[in-house]
């Protein structure tokens, strides 16, 4: 094993700006009230490791009161009409938009991302719940019509009910959104658990729009997974349960809300294989890698992080990566904003990805670029990129949720598919080609529920994401979001 040694250094600022912190508290029924327990949690800055804020670890009461007041609101909130509730999902856009700046200042103190993801993920995050707004006036169902003789058939759209969310600390404020928005705009209620290490921005978010929902439409919830994100599962009171998380969150969101038959919305984990056929444009392929495999720190299920490229073309290629990688900025927030990549999401998951690069030099593959922690404080790891990885090695299926990409080759088409799809994820994929046969044929063989062709990464509203296998189901985005939480009922009138 050999490493190719890059000079690698954080890029710091004295001191950041202070972000505005929300207000301490759990947010049910329209406004902050008292945890029933005394009990904190500390929330993080990883780009320094100073502690932020304290905020309440959550109770099993402090879910049933807010499935209550959620219960209590979805009446009312169901009653509105689509053109209603779009004017309040615009309305609520317009606030994240007059907020940018300090939303921005303060999802990056907790999550350690540089100013071009936050400021990407506020302006998502704005676009989600703009979309939202004109998808709920926009639903497609089958005509009215008889389909039985003397019979007519009306289809009715209608929201589920209360909706439980689970969001993760990768992209706090804009999971939050990617749920919050469809959800509101079917017509439900909901409660939402932010992640234990990033609820800042999604408890700011319910602070600054409380005087634009009826007390109980959003509710907000910080606490563990064990407590607060299981009695949200479990709860006789919550019709359908979302997360964006782990497979084993999902696995557990799913069996808990088993017992109660509840419909499930998994959005779950990625290793999306990135296959570089010989005919490709390397440079682009190499540029593409850098920017989505690497993207947020490469925290980011849909990352490129598993290359498989022609045997013919490896060598150009790696040398093109390793090229590119070597070029890549690191940075504390607000150190400039060039900076492409921060830190870690916490010190655990420092230590989990280092330990994974581990794991890849006791098996032998070679660092091509990076591989270390950085000096310092904070949580910050060098982009890495590992080449020499033979089939089936554990870095090609492991999803190690970090600044790390591997390389490994194929020798012609069929094998190029059948070693992407040897992967319990189904998230997420990429083909470089420029061969037009190819470019149609492939994508079709590749089990994944998004497929780019010469980009990877690039997300819009319009289309639904989510995954097949182990990545879970259900859809975020798209109008599809929207169906996914709503239900149909059939209502047939008989004319006889």
Known sequence: MTTETASFTVRRIGEAPAPSLPPFGQFIGGTFVASTSSGTTAVENPATGEVLAQVPAG??????????????????????????????????????????ELLETLESANTGKPAAVAEDDISSAVDTFRFSAGAARAYTTLGADDYAENHTSVIFREPVGVVGVITPWNYPLLMAAWKIAPILAAGNTMVLKPSGETPLTTLKFAELVAGELPAGVLNVVTGSGGVVGNRISEHPDVDLVAITGSVGSGQKVAASAA???????????????????????????????RSAGFWNGGQECGAACRVLVHESVAQKFTELLVREVSEISVGTPGAGADVEIGSMISGAHYKRVLAALEDVRKDGHTIAVGGNAMEGPGYFIEPTVVTDVPAGAPITYTEIFGPVVSVETFSDDEEAITRANETVYGLAASVWTSNASRSLSVPRRLDFGTVWVNSHLVIANEVPWGGFKGSGYGRDLSIYALEDFSRTKHVMYNRG
């Open 259 to 289: 017992g109660t038959v509840k419909r499930v919305h998994l959005e779950l984990g990625g290793k999306a294989p990135v296959v570089v056929f010989d005919d490709a444009d390397l440079e682009a392929a190499a540029k593409g890698v």
């Open 59 to 100: 109770t099993v009461e402090d879910v049933d009161a807010a499935v209550a007041a959620a219960v209590a609101a979805k009446t009312e909130w169901a009653a509105k009409t689509p053109k209603e509730r779009s004017a309040v999902l615009l309305r609520l856009a317009d606030i994240i938009e007059d907020n940018r």
